[in-house]
């Protein structure tokens, strides 16, 4: 018996910079999840994914994951995922280095 599939986001890395970045529906890059194209059919997703790659002067390491559909958009379920959605661990610069008082990055 075969797996049922589970809901899925594009995920890879901008090129240039580095920062984690989703592919939403409407084919852009964004920096974060929560406006991430959730997809629940795994034809579309391999689409999406296939899509993706092929985009390589704009990002590398493209793949599909695991995510869940939440009040504000998709969500992570894999705790990688959400480490992902956080930025560098290395030092605060980046989103780390942002405060609550200094709104969302952007």
């Known amino acids: 018996m075969s797996r049922r599939f589970t ?3 594009v995920t890879a890395n901008a090129l240039i910079e580095g920062d984690v970045v989703y592919l939403t529906e409407d084919d852009r890059w964004s920096r974060h999840h929560h406006e991430a194209e959730l997809i ?3 034809a579309h997703a391999q689409m999406r994914l ?3 790659q092929a985009q390589h002067l ?3 390491g493209a793949y599909l994951a695991d ?3 939440g009040p504000n958009g998709p969500e992570p379920t894999h705790f990688r995922e959400t480490f992902r ?3 560098p661990s290395n030092y605060a610069h980046g989103k780390q280095a ?3 008082k200094d709104g969302p990055h952007v």
Do not use: F, I, N, Q
Request: glycine fraction near 4%.
């Open 85 to 87: 959605t956080r930025g």
């Open 50 to 52: 296939l899509s993706a």
């Open 58 to 60: 704009l990002v590398v």
């Open 67 to 69: 995510a869940k559909a």
């Open 40 to 42: 629940e059919d795994e």
């Open 7 to 9: 809901p899925k986001v």
């Open 98 to 100: 942002k405060t609550p």
